[in-house]
Nanobody, 118 residues
Framework: QVRLVESGGGLVQPGGSLSVSCAAFGSISSFNVMAWYRQGPGKERELVASIDWGGTTNYADSVKGRFIISRQNVRNTVYLQMNNLKPEDTAVYFC????????????WGQGTQVTVSS
């Protein structure tokens, strides 16, 4: 059974930084891709950043140059470092893990709230 638990959300002022973490219960090395998604008020869930088993990263255009995704397989943890935060980054951030078997299998965390406001 896979479980993903996010932590580290909170309130931050515009221009500030925040880091969120995702602890996986179950080895993340078995996942092909780990990712962060977010869902803002009245918006659809969108991909923020992803990192594959080889360490290749991918970012949404809106966060390129500001956010950094990383993973520590030994700690079964994925991180998202968010810098120069903007009010439009306000959202619930969800950890996602993908495993390719006969088709893609997705696992989701419960989400953590990030609010950017002065």
């Amino acid at each position: 059974q896979v479980r993903l638990v996010e932590s580290g959300g909170g309130l931050v002022q515009p221009g500030g930084s925040l880091s969120v973490s995702c602890a996986a219960f179950g080895s993340i090395s078995s996942f092909n891709v780990m990712a962060w998604y977010r869902q803002g008020p009245g918006k659809e869930r969108e991909l923020v950043a992803s990192i594959d088993w080889g360490g290749t990263t991918n970012y949404a255009d809106s966060v390129k140059g500001r956010f950094i995704i990383s993973r520590q397989n030994v700690r079964n943890t994925v991180y998202l470092q968010m810098n120069n935060l903007k009010p439009e980054d306000t959202a619930v951030y969800f950890c996602n893990a993908k495993r390719l078997q006969s088709s893609w299998i997705n696992y989701w965390g419960q989400g953590t709230q990030v609010t950017v406001s002065s």
